[in-house]
């Protein structure tokens, strides 16, 4: 029997009604939190950070003298000398925690260093990948809440700066000493005496300093003249000096990118066995005779 045609509408009818209380859910739009801010995000290629775009002068140090340098701001008030910069990665025992009033961006903490605090008050900006940036401010008196005062101040400024992408960059120019891998010169047997011979280079965060074994090569701008008499070393004016465990050899030329300023390299010697003396010094005037030669000189390929 075929089924009557009242009856077979009636079942499309009940087919489509059914068909029609079907839906389909779409997935959920995905949920994004916060990202927590590592330094690389904040500060770029830490070669060539400009660390004094992180001071805001006239508010933190107004009338400071301040001279970039390849790691660091050097900003100089009268007695008072604050520091932004350098970056950090290894562990230190004297970083303990610091309940910072301001706003902080996601996955980043402010701490604060115990270390030499009747002189200095030091900050630490550490960053979601562990990378930090330490902030100092030291001077003569004896007033710890007002040093506090400005370096909680300058924190607050590198944070502005950071989250406002205000960091501005070092361009160095030709034969300058910013353009040198300092890792290259210290990997010659020259220096196996002093480095020791199984030893190998390692570079710091910022790409301006080296350190093998007991060895170790910074590549700056000078804030300071170095003390001491002049001696020749590898070709260059030098001075050595004792500084606790190290002997350091310091020698300078003008800084192409920084009218009126010289760019300082420095080699230090560590004395693992305690102070350095004259010992120490020979490996470090070793080291110097080896490395100096090595770097560009001015109005030199």
Partial sequence: MYPRPKCLAVAMLCALLAGGCATTQAAPEPTS???????ADALGDFGSIDF?????????????????????CHATAGPRTILVGPLAFDSDPNIKPYAYLGQLPDGVAIQQSMFNDRSACTRAITFADGNRLDLSVTDDAGDQAA??????????????????RKVKRLTFADRSWGRVAP?????????????????????????????????SLKLTVETTEPAGPVEKLGGRAARVRVA??????????PAPSLPGRRELAEISVVETA???GDGTCTLARTAATSVFPRLPA???P
Avoid: M, W, Y
């Fill in 298 to 300: 001015p109005g030199k």
């Fill in 33 to 39: 939190g916060p990202t927590p801010l590592t330094a």
């Fill in 147 to 164: 040093r506090c005062g400005v370096a909680d101040a300058a924190v607050g400024s590198a944070l502005a700066a950071i989250t406002a």
């Fill in 274 to 276: 305690g102070t350095a």
């Fill in 244 to 253: 606790g465990a190290f002997c350091l050899v310091d020698t300078t030329q």
């Fill in 52 to 72: 004094c775009s992180l001071l805001d002068v006239p508010e933190v140090a107004p009338g400071a003298v301040v001279v970039p340098t390849f790691e660091d």
């Fill in 183 to 215: 890792c290259v010169p210290l990997d010659n047997h020259d220096l196996d005496d002093a480095a020791g011979p199984s030893s190998r280079p390692t570079i710091g965060l910022s790409g301006h300093s080296c350190i093998r074994g007991k060895v």
